[in-house]
């Protein structure tokens, strides 16, 4: 590896990098593991538009030691090689497993567990307690997932699943020696392989065990009430599918999503709250909108998120100062040319999407936490998320930009609306503490703990 590279091991996409910015000058040799991070904050937007003219030849992620293992190889989606089977399931994702169809069908999995934080802060609020919003969200969003996965599944097993997904977020987002010193391979120093294993067998039995259930069940109409795994095992069982699913491709799937969505969506939604109490002003604009759009005699939901672009440019003004996934990485196939540089195959590239969110060159004081700059007549009006528009690319951008968009982009502010809507939040001992984990996740470091004060009585739900 050339001086002063390091090279990082990275989810997908989801945890945030240990990287520090280093020097254009700091370019690697043609490496099988060198790395190649388009971080320097001067190069930001600029290199990685330009980078990303070659997204073709960067279509794949680099496996490391832990993801193989957890990933059943390339059986799944997000350490997939770019080929037919990825190109397969990114179909079913589009169409069916992440479609608007799908979404709009498991809507009321998702309002239900939303409730159930509802009334923790109901419950708290009427006790003069304090709630951790922190971890109510993870927890939410994890059953969330878990029961959009299959609808069915008993409480034990999703408490098991938060679980294992705290775990494999460790692991992988730890810094494996085994990756980058061949020397350390096979020698399992860190103890990393051995607690892969350990919670790779614990999250098979769980998935083997939810299988099995599925194939149980009744064979009765589930054409209005597929659940994920329904819409899986349904494309694994078509004999003229194009390319055969196998249980490995189905549990590797689950597994992917699992742990890209639960982080993603908690550290979204606790970020927004927390920068809108420290700026009351966009706090009251967000709750004027509410009024006016919702009213208070019913909760707010992911339908009215359309009605309401005070509410998506809180999201998007997030999603740009505070994106939870701070890298996309990816592994060039072909020798890519540019700026003068060549970046050998087999090289790790890691766009930082942290730091071209915070670009000086496109957003004015963009440390700033200002909704404003995405509403009409701001410097981001018209600027989406969807990675079209390289000062914004929270979801990567190219053929492996996150398929759960769609769903994120409804969610998430949904979320956050409800939560607004319904109650006042006091910060027990001001000022907020706004400093992130300066680790592996863009999650806040001290979870965010509030006073909730009941606004609507009753909740509006439903
Ligand atoms: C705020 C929420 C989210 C953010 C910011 C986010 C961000 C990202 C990023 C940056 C990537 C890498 C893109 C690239 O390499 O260009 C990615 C990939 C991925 N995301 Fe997300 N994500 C979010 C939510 C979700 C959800 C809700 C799901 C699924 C339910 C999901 C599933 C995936 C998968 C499967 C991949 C791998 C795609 C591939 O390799 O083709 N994500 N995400």
């Not at 259930?213 to 009765?220: G, N, P, Q, S, Y």
């Not at 095992?233 to 799937?253: G, Q, W, Y």
């Amino acid at each position: 590896m050339a001086a002063g590279m390091a090279a990082f091991p990275r989810a997908p996409c989801h945890s945030r990098s240990l990287a520090t910015s280093t020097s254009s000058a700091h370019l690697p040799t043609a490496h099988s593991t060198a790395s190649w991070r388009a971080t320097d904050p001067s190069f930001t937007s600029g290199l990685a538009h330009d980078v990303l003219k070659f997204e073709g030849s960067i279509p794949e992620r680099p496996l490391t030691a832990v993801t193989r293992h957890l990933a059943y190889d390339w059986a799944g989606f997000a350490f997939a090689p770019y080929g037919p089977h990825w190109r397969f399931m990114k179909r079913l994702c589009m169409s069916e497993l992440l479609g608007p169809r799908t979404i709009e069908q498991l809507r009321p999995v998702r309002a239900a567990e939303l409730a159930g934080v509802l009334r923790a802060a109901s419950a708290a609020s009427a006790k003069g307690e304090t709630l951790d919003i922190s971890r109510q969200l993870i927890r939410m969003s994890n059953n969330a997932i878990m029961r959009m996965v299959a609808t069915e599944l008993p409480g034990d097993m999703a408490d098991a699943a938060r679980d294992c997904a705290k775990q494999v977020a460790e692991l992988v987002g730890a810094f494996n020696l085994e990756d980058y010193v061949p020397l350390c391979r096979g020698w399992d120093l860190q103890g990393l392989s051995r607690r892969t294993r350990d919670v790779h067998a614990k999250f098979d039995a769980l998935l083997e065990s939810m299988i099995k259930t599925k194939e149980k069940e009744e064979v009765a109409d589930k054409a209005n009430a597929k659940d994920l795994l329904d819409f899986l095992m349904d494309a694994a069982a078509d004999p003229a599918a194009e390319v055969k699913l196998t249980r490995d491709s189905i549990k590797a799937f689950i597994l992917d999503i699992f742990t890209a969505r639960s982080d993603t969506t908690a550290i979204t939604v606790e970020w927004m709250m927390a920068e809108l109490l420290n700026h009351p002003d966009c706090l009251q604009k967000l709750r004027t909108e509410l009024d006016a759009v919702v009213g208070r005699s019913r909760l707010v939901g992911e339908p009215d998120v359309a009605q309401m672009p005070y509410l998506q440019a809180v999201l998007k003004e997030i999603l740009r100062l505070r994106p939870p996934a701070v890298f996309a990485q990816r592994e060039a196939l072909q020798p890519i040319h540019v700026r003068g540089y060549t970046i050998p195959v087999k090289t790790s590239v890691f766009f930082n999407i942290f730091t071209i969110g915070r670009d000086a060159a496109w957003w004015e004081e963009p440390l700033e936490f200002r909704p404003e700059r995405f509403m009409p007549g701001g410097a981001g009006e018209g600027v989406d998320p969807k990675g079209q528009q390289l000062q914004l690319m929270p979801f990567g951008s190219g053929r492996r930009a996150c398929p759960g968009m769609g769903l994120a982009m409804q969610a998430v502010p949904a979320f956050l609306a409800a939560l607004v809507q319904c109650f006042d939040w006091e910060v027990p001992k001001p000022p907020l503490d706004m400093e992130d984990e300066a680790a592996l996740v863009s999650a806040r470091k001290q979870p965010l703990v509030l006073l909730p004060m009941q606004r609507l009585h009753p909740l509006p739900l439903p």
